[in-house]
């Protein structure tokens, strides 16, 4: 049984801002839910608290597997992987980016490089493997980047902004591997994206973010083709300052 | 201006033919300089990692001394260290003043701040999307200690590096605790310093090209090592 993730009353304030408001939430298991919402609506700080990195000011975030819940804490994060906005590659080669997952987690050398080489294949980064992570370009290192996050094998994945900024190639290479993984059905998925038709094209569930609360929730074709809410259609219509 | 021509011509001579004396206060130096230096990165760097990595009450304050330790006046390194071996001192039975060893005490005390300093603000400097990026792949707390401290390495070596250019170059501390004994506690900073004041240009002047190239040494390794850690970040 994978994890299922949800979100209960959380809350986060930065500066006496409410950047994240009394957010409930279940995400579904094994789809992928494309967060969107103007800048400033929440969405970064609501991955960071979801997968753990930050603490919320109120509220829990929940892990389930099966009816039993599970503590939030090292096991759980270790069933996790991010994918940063920014390049946040490590100074070394792509391979050993990629492996450090798995060192964290104690596998073998030889059972880590195997891994790591085909995770790169999945990529298609295989052909530089001993370049400097910090040596690449912006799509390049972002590719390693999601390498280094699918080897370990995700039950939630985090995505922030995967392909912002990136070159046509790897934006389109970064989502042929991210729609792989939604065909697989097993790992939950969460988007933060200002790219409508990349949500359109990936997430199964759109999560519409406003002023730190979910405005409109739904079917991907349902949410971005026929918005109910106001808001959502304003800020589908690019009409939504922010 | 005739007299320095011939006594730099008679320092590459000195150079050239190996003289026992001039090789042996070099290496004595090294020696000296290359022992306190692994004294001051064995204590150093860690202590630099702990101040970057460990939260507690205080750390600004002793960041803050550390920072004003880098500029410590070694005459004043040697004074303190004279007063603590000399034999009315807390450690004079040990018999260490006017050695080597009391040499390498005092330029561990000047190269440690730096080392220390240095390694600290290296570790400080990981950029945070790293750590997060660390955090994420599910480390422990020392796991993910350790590799920061990996990703800080080149900065940590030239924390080190720089150490070693402190305690090689320095001359009051050692002058006052190693006493400056021919064949002994002699070494080319404080050769340089009796031999100018003998007017005696020749050894002083092939000494003091050997320092700079040591020097020069020195600052093209840091600055290789930087470059590797300055990597398009």
Known sequence: ?242 | MQEMASSLARAFELLLSLDPVLYGIIFLSLQVSGLAVVAAAALGVPAGAGLALVRFPGREAVVSLLNTFMGLPPVVVGLVVYLILSRSGPMGFLGLLYSPTAMIVAQTILAFPIVAALTHAGIASVDPIVKDAIRSLGATTSQAARMIVIEARYAILAAVIAGYGRAAAEVGAVLMVGGNVEGYSRVMTTAIALETSRGDFELALALGIVLLFLSLVVNLALRAVQKRGALVR
Do not use: C, W
């Open chain 1, 1 to 242: 049984m994978t994890l299922s993730l949800s979100a209960a009353g959380l809350t986060k304030i930065y500066d006496g801002r409410a950047v994240l408001d009394g957010l409930d939430f279940a995400f579904q298991r094994g789809k992928v839910h494309a967060v969107i919402g103007p800048n400033g609506s929440g969405k970064s700080t609501l991955l960071r608290l979801l997968s753990l990195l930050d603490p919320p000011t109120r509220g829990t975030v929940l892990f389930h597997e099966g009816e039993e819940s599970v503590e939030a804490g090292i096991s759980v994060r270790r069933r996790m992987a991010f994918v940063f906005q920014r390049p946040s590659l490590f100074n070394t080669t792509a391979l050993r980016n990629v492996e450090a997952g798995l060192a964290v987690r104690g596998r073998p050398k030889r059972e880590r490089t195997d891994l790591a080489r085909a995770a790169l294949g999945r990529v298609e980064m295989e052909k530089m493997t001993d370049r400097n992570g910090r040596t690449l370009s912006g799509g390049e290192s972002q590719r390693v980047a999601l390498a280094r996050a699918l080897v370990v094998e995700p039950e939630i994945l985090f995505l922030d902004e995967p392909t912002a900024n990136l070159d046509p190639h790897s934006v389109r290479i970064i989502g042929k591997a991210i729609g792989k993984l939604r065909d697989g059905g097993r790992t939950t998925i969460l988007l933060v994206t200002h790219n409508i038709f990349l949500a359109e094209r990936l997430a199964n569930r759109v999560v519409f973010l406003f002023e730190g609360r979910i405005v409109e929730e739904g079917e991907a074709s349902a949410v971005i083709e026929r918005p109910q809410d106001e808001r959502t259609f304003r800020f589908l219509t690019g009409e939504l300052a922010g």
